[in-house]
């Protein structure tokens, strides 16, 4: 899968507060949560952000609770994206059983906010259209991919159990 | 080549028989709270899923928005209950009989040394202190396991921390893990395990020692884990027994030769009560440094710091003394069973007579869900696991994390307060 999207940047330890804050974790509708995204820390963002745009964060991204409402709103408010240095170890493992794609790199102060990316993800090559510069990812381990290729835990395990 | 104690039980639960780098692996039991099952239970309707792998190894447990704080609280309430009934899950736990779940779980006995245990929480590290691989998890994890019993996992790296000296008074498990995430940062043990040893630990009490496992997830860890002793085996027989899983003690240690990814020294001679300041369980300073931080709230509770011992030493402050009249004082048990123990022993009295208010078991003030949020501006010392922005409320209010006895001292100071001061 290839996306492409203007990216929106965060620092270090974004944590899931930050993402979606606790108040409004009695929803389990992604749009609804996609609309109260990052309020915490950028009132603006979910008026900033269009469609497809991709988060670039530092390091820890997703830190604190469990709450898998908080890829749910990544993915509610229309991020196609998430790339960070380092993710949080809950954050990472909801977003790919959920299918929120998601890339770790290690150099993300090579991208600016803004900047135009078109990622192919199975690659984990990062174009950055507006720099004009290639990069390459971590390589998800062969067991995530599975769960990445089947989009998703669900899927995985109902593949899983028709094989056997 | 020897294992941790956390390799030993995740390769008694592989369902491959074997250590890979992953692990599909069998769960002893799985649960998640009023937040994270209604979730997980959606997940599970759309998946089509129509039965559950063992309803006796499920829990939900209906902790955070409770009681029900408005329409949509009682809903999700209403919806597990609903589902518990159809899938014959009789560890379903309303208010009614309820409590902060990483505290009234191991009350009600369903945790044991040796289980695999997975719960969509991130505070279910908490468990480790009994010996147990106890992983938080999310939504779809959990869905999951409730129709399979199963969980995938990373095989994790152990890092082993050896606390040594003589601790100072007024200085407990919480302080020991504030100045362990302080020194190693909130990303410092990221998808590893804190394992916790050395002679300080083998002389704290298993609350302190839950108090120190329910706060690895803040430095980025899997789990933390404590092998178990006496005093493991003790506590455990003074609540009741629902699952069966508990191993010889001899097996439920880390083999001499086990691989560490690395081992830490930490020297508490020196060491003063901790505090977190705003906005990171990182940030961390000596209670003495904060002297002039003016407060408007506090709240002791949680499911770090709600346990009778905390509120036991919280009480012993305050007994005859005056809150300040500047702030608001709110405790809140972590369970019923706490509760009552607080009132035999005449704590709830000392509370109320110093001006604190009591507030049922719950989650709420912790996370800012409800029954104890702050405004802009407003600054609160907690006893809680988290001090991001806008975790007790308003995104520019201030939280402060500290044990029960730095809570109650700076409650009777209405600023951060040693308890020295207070005695």
């Known amino acids: 899968m290839v ?6 940047k965060f620092g270090d330890d974004i944590n899931t507060d930050d993402i979606i804050a606790a108040k409004y974790l009695d929803s389990q509708d992604s749009k609804f949560l996609g609309s109260c995204c990052m309020e915490n820390i950028d009132p603006l963002f979910v008026k900033k952000i269009k469609k497809g745009d991709i988060i670039v964060a530092g390091k820890n991204f997703g830190c604190g609770s469990s709450r898998e409402h908080a890829p749910l709103a990544i993915k509610g408010c ?38 135009l990316l078109k990622v192919d993800l199975r690659k984990g090559e990062i174009l950055n259209l507006t720099k004009k510069e290639k990069c390459f990812c971590e390589k998800f381990p062969l067991f995530m991919q599975e769960i990445i290729n089947s989009n998703g835990l669900i899927n995985w395990v109902k593949l899983n159990e028709s094989k056997t | 080549m020897g294992l941790t104690l956390t390799e030993k039980v995740l390769l008694k639960h592989s369902l491959s028989g074997k250590l890979e780098d992953f692990i599909y692996a069998k769960v002893d039991f799985c649960f998640g709270n009023d937040i994270t099952a209604p979730l997980a239970v959606k997940t599970f309707k759309q998946a089509g899923f129509n039965s559950v792998f063992n309803p006796r190894r499920i829990g939900f447990i209906c902790d955070h928005f409770l009681p029900a704080r408005d329409l949509n609280a009682a809903n999700n309430v209403k919806f597990l209950k609903e589902f518990s009934k159809k899938f014959g899950i009789q560890n379903f736990f309303d208010i009614n009989n309820c409590g902060v779940e990483h505290v009234f779980l191991l009350e009600r006995g369903f945790i044991r040394p040796g289980n695999l245990v997975v719960g969509a929480d991130s505070h279910t590290c908490t468990f480790g202190a009994m010996g147990c691989a106890s992983f938080g998890v999310g939504s779809t994890d959990l869905a999951v396991a409730l129709k399979e019993g199963r969980v995938w996992l990373k095989v994790p790296k152990t890092v082993r921390f050896i ?38 630990i083998n002389k704290i009490s298993m609350e302190d020692r839950l108090t120190m496992t329910n706060m690895a997830v803040e430095a980025g860890a899997k789990t933390g884990i404590i ?29 001499k030769d086990a691989k ?16 977190a300041c705003p906005h990171l369980p990182s940030n961390v300073k000596s209670v003495s440094a904060l002297k002039g931080v003016k407060l408007n709230q506090v709240f002791i509770g949680s499911c770090t710091n709600g346990r009778i011992s905390d509120l036991r030493v919280a009480a012993k402050l305050l007994r005859k003394k005056k809150i300040r009249k500047s702030l608001r004082a709110i405790v809140s048990p972590a369970t019923p069973d706490i509760y009552k123990q607080a009132e035999k022993e005449g704590l709830l009295k000392t509370f109320l007579e110093a001006g604190c208010v009591l507030c049922p078991p719950t989650c709420g003030p912790c996370l800012g869900g409800h029954a104890g949020i702050l405004d802009k501006g407003e600054v609160a010392i907690a006893t809680t696991n988290r001090n991001f922005v806008g ?4 995104p520019e209010s201030f939280v402060y994390l500290a044990n029960a006895a730095v809570a109650a001292a700076s409650a009777i100071k209405g600023r951060i307060a040693h308890p020295e001061e207070v005695v």
């Not at chain 1, 949080?88 to 803004?114: C, H, M, V």
């Not at chain 2, 000296?165 to 007024?170: C, I, M, S």
């Open chain 2, 391 to 394: 975790r007790m409320g308003h």
């Open chain 2, 227 to 255: 092998e178990p002793d006496d005093k493991t085996f003790e506590y455990l027989k003074s609540h009741r027994s629902q699952v069966s899983g508990q191993r010889k003690k001899q097996d439920l240690k880390s083999d």
């Open chain 1, 78 to 115: 229309g991020i196609s994206l998430v790339v960070a240095k380092s993710f949080a170890r809950i954050f990472y493992r909801n977003s790919i059983n959920i299918g929120l794609p998601i890339l770790t790199f290690k150099d993300t102060e090579k991208i600016n906010n803004q900047d």
């Open chain 1, 3 to 8: 996306i492409k999207g203007k990216v929106y």
């Open chain 2, 163 to 200: 606390y040594k000296g003589k601790l100072n008074k007024w200085v407990f498990g919480k302080d020991l893990i504030l100045s362990t995430i302080g020194r190693i940062g909130v990303d410092g043990a990221l998808y590893k395990v804190m394992e916790f040893a050395g002679p300080v």
């Open chain 2, 260 to 275: 560490y990814e690395d081992v830490i020294e930490i020297d508490v001679n020196k060491m003063e009560p901790q505090v």
